[in-house]
Structures are given as C-alpha cells and as structure tokens.
Nanobody, 121 residues
Framework: QVQLVESGGGLVQPGGFLRLSCEASGSISSIYTTGWYRQAPGKQRELVAVVGANGDTRYADSMQGRFNIYRDNAKNTTYLQMNSLTPDDTAVYYC???????????????WGQGTQVTVSS
C-alpha cells in the first residue's frame, strides 16, 4: 500500500507564491520519477513539472522560470515552489510518483488526492 499526501494549496493573490508538498509513504522500495500535474475546471489534466530520482527536471513551457520542482529523497517528499502566480494557475494540483513497492516487481504510477490552488484578488 502506497499513499501520496499533498499539502500547501490554498488561496493566493495574483503575483503571490505557494509551495506544495507531496509525501509518499507505505511499503516503498524505490521512488523513481515524481511530478506535479494540474487540472483546471473544464480542462484536461496537464503536466506541470517532473523530477527524476537523480534530480533532473522537466517543466511545461508556461511554468518554466516561475515554478521550481525539487525533492528530498530522505523524506520521500517532492515539492513544487510556485512563484508569480496568475489566475490561469488556478486548478487542482495532483502529485504523482512512479514507485516500486517492497513486494512488487513493477514500476507503478501513483497519484495523490489533489490540492486546490486558487489565484484570485
């Protein structure tokens, strides 16, 4: 059993910042790529950023330079620092992680429950 628990969402004014956290717990053997996706009302879920176990990162074009993804492997936690937020960033943000469990042999992608980010004045 693996769980991803997100925190840090909320209401912020345009131009503000938030830091999201995602902690993985359970019967974890290895954590590979982790990342953040978001889904705005009426839109499809889209990639925000991903980070590999070695720290390599990839961002969606619209987030490049404003968002920073990083992870603390000792804490099984992935963070998303979001700066210069605009109303277009309003969405539910989901954490993802590719994990191999202690009893499993396959790499499986797990998802968090989502955290709401609202950018509004």
């Amino acid at each position: 059993q693996v769980q991803l628990v997100e925190s840090g969402g909320g209401l912020v004014q345009p131009g503000g910042f938030l830091r999201l956290s995602c902690e993985a717990s359970g019967s974890i053997s290895s954590i590979y790529t982790t990342g953040w996706y978001r889904q705005a009302p009426g839109k499809q879920r889209e990639l925000v950023a991903v980070v590999g176990a070695n720290g390599d990162t990839r961002y969606a074009d619209s987030m490049q330079g404003r968002f920073n993804i990083y992870r603390d492997n000792a804490k099984n936690t992935t963070y998303l620092q979001m700066n210069s937020l605009t109303p277009d960033d309003t969405a539910v943000y989901y954490c993802s992680a590719v994990i191999r469990t202690i009893t499993g042999t396959a790499h499986t992608m797990y998802w968090g429950q989502g955290t709401q980010v609202t950018v509004s004045s």
